[in-house]
């Protein structure tokens, strides 16, 4: 059994030295409550069983993870515009008394508190509805008002793959395969050479595909090749949710989840998937909202995980992922339901049994 230590607050691998310009942290919440968050996330050995990868896919796990690394960054950017400023100031301090603040700001991936409605730790300013995909003073009213004039940008502008600017007084939209190219073109080129380690076909296929995709901005035909991996590594990267837009919910935050298949336990699921389309006719709902062209593949894959990045690393850690969220990929060919049991397992010893051992006191 191979052990990949983790831990759910893990400290940013990039530092940047800090500058002598003017302190980006004015002011910061009361040490004891920044302790008591950081102290409410427990560290874990995530334990993954190596002994499932040949020699050549180990490899290429190798270079997945890498390539995941770039999703951190390129997050680390999507939810607040003074993150990297804030994290260069605070990781480089050297005063003892910053560390919780430090270990707070990499788990929430930024100044506000994720299990206080994005409380503001440092500083008071209130996170942006928007993240940092719009500008920050942008309203709700401002935008539509943008699109009755310019009716021509509405496509472009609710997109999920691109960012609202402002240029020479303008609002403009950039794709995020030119926003985010300093990280994306790295994480294409290891994806690529990762592709060229494995010999899954279906591996092959979608690592190229992705590569591919975090260039043109166009991710249709990477998930449909998503939907039709059948490899011991089961990998996600890109953009995918949403839930980082308060402002509007277009906008797709960058995540990584890097697993390998339990062939075992995914076995057991299969009687599931099998009967999925009959439980949705069986729905105690109208049969107008429920969804009988949706495509039949809806495979159920239990794994273990191996590294996480991005939007799913902030805060709270997830138990599973049900994926693609594009409508034309679901029902083309349904949706795929991932279940990491190694994270399950880490919750249930970390937070159901001591509440178990409480109760039952």
Same mark, same amino acid.
């Given at each position: 059994?191979?052990? $990949?230590?983790?831990?759910?607050?893990?400290?940013?691998?990039? %530092?940047?030295?800090?500058?002598?310009?003017?302190?980006?942290?004015?002011?910061?919440?009361?040490?004891?409550?920044?302790?008591? #968050?950081?102290?409410?996330?427990?560290?874990?050995?995530?334990?993954?069983?190596?002994? !499932?990868?040949?020699?050549?896919?180990? /490899?290429?796990?190798?270079?997945?993870?890498?390539?995941?690394?770039? *999703?951190?960054?390129?997050?680390?950017?999507?939810?607040?515009?003074?993150?990297?400023?804030?994290?260069?100031?605070?990781?480089? $301090?050297?005063?003892?008394?910053?560390?919780? &603040?430090?270990?707070?700001?990499?788990?929430?991936?930024?100044?506000?508190?994720?299990?206080?409605?994005? /409380?503001?730790? !440092?500083?008071?300013?209130?996170k942006p509805l928007g993240a940092n995909f719009y500008p920050e003073d942008m309203t709700k009213e401002e935008f539509n008002k943008?699109?009755?004039?310019?009716?021509?940008? =509405?496509?472009?502008?609710? #997109?999920?793959?691109?960012?609202?600017? +402002?240029?020479?007084? =303008?609002?403009?939209? %950039?794709?995020? $395969?030119?926003?985010?190219?300093?990280?994306?073109?790295?994480?294409?080129?290891?994806?690529?050479?990762?592709?060229?380690?494995? #010999?899954?076909?279906?591996?092959?296929? &979608?690592?190229?595909?992705?590569?591919?995709?975090?260039?043109?901005?166009?991710?249709?035909?990477?998930? *449909?090749?998503?939907?039709?991996l059948d490899s011991q590594i089961e990998v996600v990267i890109g953009p995918y949710e949403v839930y980082e837009d308060k402002l509007?919910?277009?906008?797709?935050?960058?995540?990584?989840?890097?697993?390998? @298949?339990?062939?075992?336990?995914?076995?057991?699921?299969?009687?599931?998937?099998?009967? !999925?389309?009959?439980?949705?006719?069986?729905?105690?709902?109208?049969?107008?909202?429920?969804?009988?062209? +949706?495509?039949? $593949?809806?495979? @159920?894959?239990?794994?273990?995980? %191996?590294?996480?990045?991005?939007?799913?690393?902030?805060?709270?850690?997830?138990?599973?992922?049900?994926?693609?969220?594009?409508?034309?990929?679901?029902?083309?060919?349904?949706?795929?339901? @991932?279940?990491?049991?190694?994270?399950?397992?880490?919750?249930?010893?970390k937070i159901y049994l001591p509440i178990a051992e409480i109760v039952l006191d």
């Amino acid at each position: 059994m191979y052990r $990949s230590s983790i831990i759910l607050c893990l400290l940013f691998s990039t %530092v940047i030295l800090a500058g002598c310009g003017k302190k980006v942290i004015q002011t910061k919440a009361d040490a004891t409550y920044v302790a008591e #968050q950081v102290a409410k996330f427990a560290p874990v050995t995530i334990k993954y069983d190596q002994s !499932l990868l040949d020699e050549n896919e180990t /490899k290429a796990l190798k270079k997945i993870v890498e390539a995941a690394k770039y *999703m951190d960054e390129i997050f680390l950017r999507q939810v607040y515009s003074k993150n990297e400023s804030i994290r260069e100031e605070l990781m480089t $301090s050297t005063d003892p008394s910053n560390k919780p &603040y430090q270990e707070l700001f990499t788990i929430m991936f930024g100044p506000f508190d994720r299990l206080e409605g994005d /409380k503001p730790f !440092l500083n008071s300013t209130p996170k942006p509805l928007g993240a940092n995909f719009y500008p920050e003073d942008m309203t709700k009213e401002e935008f539509n008002k943008w699109l009755e004039a310019h009716p021509e940008d =509405k496509e472009f502008f609710e #997109q999920t793959f691109t960012l609202i600017r +402002r240029k020479a007084g =303008k609002l403009v939209a %950039v794709p995020y $395969s030119e926003a985010y190219k300093k990280w994306l073109e790295p994480a294409a080129k290891l994806l690529r050479e990762a592709a060229e380690l494995t #010999q899954n076909l279906s591996l092959k296929k &979608y690592l190229n595909s992705r590569a591919d995709a975090f260039l043109s901005n166009d991710y249709y035909q990477s998930d *449909m090749d998503w939907m039709d991996l059948d490899s011991q590594i089961e990998v996600v990267i890109g953009p995918y949710e949403v839930y980082e837009d308060k402002l509007f919910g277009y906008k797709a935050a960058f995540e990584a989840f890097v697993t390998i @298949v339990d062939p075992a336990e995914s076995k057991k699921l299969e009687i599931v998937a099998q009967h !999925l389309n009959e439980l949705e006719n069986n729905l105690p709902i109208k049969d107008e909202y429920k969804n009988f062209s +949706r495509g039949a $593949s809806s495979p @159920v894959k239990v794994v273990q995980e %191996v590294f996480s990045a991005g939007d799913t690393k902030a805060g709270v850690q997830t138990l599973a992922f049900n994926l693609p969220n594009d409508e034309r990929v679901r029902e083309a060919k349904g949706s795929k339901k @991932v279940m990491l049991k190694n994270i399950a397992e880490a919750k249930f010893n970390k937070i159901y049994l001591p509440i178990a051992e409480i109760v039952l006191d």
